[in-house]
């Protein structure tokens, strides 16, 4: 419980800063920020539940490249953080365009502009995470 409020917390932060260093990327205020960060967080869980036989398909697929000799050394003990992390990139691009078009106080100009906030929210959240686990 502790984290999943400290999680938010951190996103609501993170959701907030990226509205101030990103262009096309606009937050009216900090109750704003809070708010997409509870609706992401929420649909997040909710996501990730949908797609743990996506990830788990996506495992066993990356698993049987690693047998190709130019491609296994690439994957080779890397295929279930590889599909990890382009499972959870595309889901928060899809998050975040699916919030913007609910809410009305948060708005981004163009799928651009969602695909670099992701990066930048998987980024940062992986760097604080690293510092403070959550």
């Given at each position: 419980?502790?984290?999943?409020?400290?999680a938010?917390?951190?996103?609501?932060?993170v959701f907030?800063?990226?509205?101030?260093?990103?262009?096309?990327?606009?937050?009216?205020?900090?109750?704003?920020?809070?708010?997409?960060?509870?609706?992401?967080?929420?649909?997040?869980?909710l996501?990730?539940?949908?797609?743990?036989?996506?990830?788990?398909?996506?495992?066993?697929?990356?698993?049987?490249l690693?047998?190709?000799p130019?491609?296994g050394?690439?994957?080779?003990?890397?295929?279930?953080?590889?599909?990890?992390?382009?499972?959870?990139?595309?889901?928060s691009?899809?998050?975040?365009?699916?919030?913007?078009?609910?809410?009305?106080?948060?708005?981004?100009d163009?799928t651009?502009?969602?695909v670099?906030?992701?990066?930048?929210?998987?980024?940062?959240?992986?760097?604080?995470?690293?510092?403070?686990?959550?």
């Amino acid at each position: 419980m502790i984290g999943t409020l400290l999680a938010i917390l951190i996103n609501t932060a993170v959701f907030y800063g990226i509205s101030k260093i990103l262009p096309g990327f606009r937050i009216k205020d900090e109750k704003t920020a809070a708010i997409v960060a509870v609706a992401y967080s929420i649909l997040g869980f909710l996501a990730g539940m949908l797609a743990t036989p996506f990830i788990i398909i996506g495992t066993i697929f990356l698993s049987l490249l690693a047998f190709i000799p130019v491609i296994g050394p690439l994957l080779a003990g890397a295929g279930i953080f590889v599909t990890i992390f382009l499972l959870t990139f595309g889901l928060s691009v899809i998050l975040l365009i699916a919030i913007d078009k609910f809410l009305d106080d948060f708005e981004m100009d163009s799928t651009g502009t969602a695909v670099i906030a992701a990066l930048l929210l998987a980024g940062l959240n992986t760097l604080i995470r690293v510092v403070l686990p959550v």
